[in-house]
């Protein structure tokens, strides 16, 4: 391969512990280039969070020249290629050049081969089909770089191919569309993806879930959800998708706000269930439990909030639920109703009020002579109830009045 360009070396490329791994592998006399996506990514100047190699060493072999270089070698997947190197804390993930003889759903049957097209050939998109070396050479078999400059995400050959090699390639094109396009996609790519939708429901649905989340931590997360509705992609997806109105407003306000992009506050916005579906969602796609108990809540809490709430009722609300997970809420209400009209700004500035600490304890009560049991878990439970219900305004001196009054009325 000839270099079609050349970028300014990463940091990453030339970290003594990256310099390492490329000479022991080239130390066998064949060639070792980093691959993917952290080639495309340094060509568009992005942060690189994983590195991979590629090499015509065989596995075994790959194992072989890191061991002897003093390199920890992990066999994550010798079958397929490949080889995990730890060195100095970091990893890469070493690939042996390949060839698909055999694809079967997300499975394939490889020969390992010497012939970097062939196993361009088989990668996914032009722009993840780029090689490069230490000195920041870029190689582009498949015209990855004119691509990634028109910011368009195009597939390696044919679309139908690639996607009825591996599915969740379907998915993939449209997450990439949403990080790295500016075009509109051809019309030979779309018409695929809508032929060959239905294959969805044969992935994992954790699988469905993770390109669902990647997706919505795009800039402009609704234009490509609007696309696979289009494409009548989106009914496999997310049949319980509302409009994506709310959405788009929901992405203005986390700017305006100084809210982090959050997968699942933007999932909410576009979700079109209550509590009771938004539970059903978590279970069809598995969600962890964490993010079941957060979809929940934001789904069962956004309907109940207004720009006229009371603040009594909003300072309880955040007790309850915490400051994190009301201003879920109310970013997601405050996208559903009107965006970002003002109306709501006071209602959001009063939710800045941090959540206060009951100020007595079990241990309190202890010490006023009542026995460990349940009678010490009820007498803090109503002290919690009359503070909450007097606006968290009682101190410490008038909860234990109040404790030693109550105590006093169950003698």
């Not at 569309?177 to 939708?197: F, S």
């Not at 007498?379 to 109830?385: R, S």
Request: include cysteine; proline fraction near 6%; charge should be neutral.
């Amino acid at each position: 391969m000839d270099a079609a360009r050349r970028i300014t070396p990463q940091p990453w490329m030339t970290a003594p512990e990256t310099r390492r791994v490329i000479a022991a592998i080239e130390a066998g006399g064949a060639r070792a280039l980093f691959v993917g996506g952290c080639m495309r990514d340094a060509v568009l100047g992005r942060a690189v969070k994983d590195v991979d190699i590629a090499t015509p060493e065989p596995p075994s072999r790959v194992v072989a020249l890191l061991e002897a270089a003093g390199i920890r070698a992990v066999p994550t997947g010798l079958d397929h290629g490949t080889v995990t190197a730890v060195a100095e804390g970091a990893h890469f993930e070493i690939t042996t050049l390949r060839h698909d003889v055999e694809t079967y759903g997300r499975h394939a049957r490889v020969a390992f081969t010497d012939d970097w097209a062939a196993d361009a050939e088989r990668r996914d998109f032009t722009m993840n089909a780029l090689y490069g070396d230490a000195e920041g050479r870029v190689y582009d078999p498949t015209g990855g770089l004119a691509d990634l400059a028109e910011g368009r995400v195009r597939f390696v050959g044919s679309a139908v191919a690639r996607i009825k090699e591996d599915v969740l390639r379907l998915l993939r094109f449209f997450r990439f569309h949403a990080h790295y396009g500016r075009v509109p996609p051809d019309g030979e790519t779309l018409a695929a993806c809508r032929a060959l939708a239905p294959l969805i429901a044969s992935l994992s649905v954790e699988r469905v879930w993770a390109e669902l989340a990647r997706l919505m931590t795009a800039p402009e997360p609704a234009a490509t959800l609007d696309l696979m509705a289009a494409d009548l992609v989106l009914a496999h997806v997310l049949p319980e998708a509302g409009p994506r109105t709310a959405l788009r407003r929901l992405v203005r306000l986390e700017a305006a706000l100084g809210l982090v992009p959050d997968p699942l506050r933007r999932l909410a916005a576009l979700l079109d269930v209550d509590a009771r579906g938004a539970g059903a969602f978590a279970a069809r796609l598995r969600l962890s439990r964490a993010e079941r108990k957060r979809l929940v809540a934001i789904a069962g809490r956004h309907g109940s909030l207004a720009p006229t709430i009371d603040p009594r009722a909003l300072r309880r609300l955040v007790y309850e639920d915490g400051n994190d997970a009301v201003d879920d809420a109310l970013a997601v209400a405050w996208a559903r109703a009107d965006g970002l009209d003002e109306a709501w700004r006071p209602v959001w500035d009063a939710a800045r009020w941090r959540r206060p600490e009951l100020p007595i304890k079990g241990r309190d009560a202890r010490a006023l002579g009542v026995p460990r049991g349940p009678a010490v878990g009820a007498l803090v439970a109503a002290v919690e109830a009359w503070w909450i219900e007097n606006d968290f305004a009682p101190d410490r001196a008038a909860c234990l009045a109040f404790l030693r009054a109550k105590i006093a009325a169950s003698d």
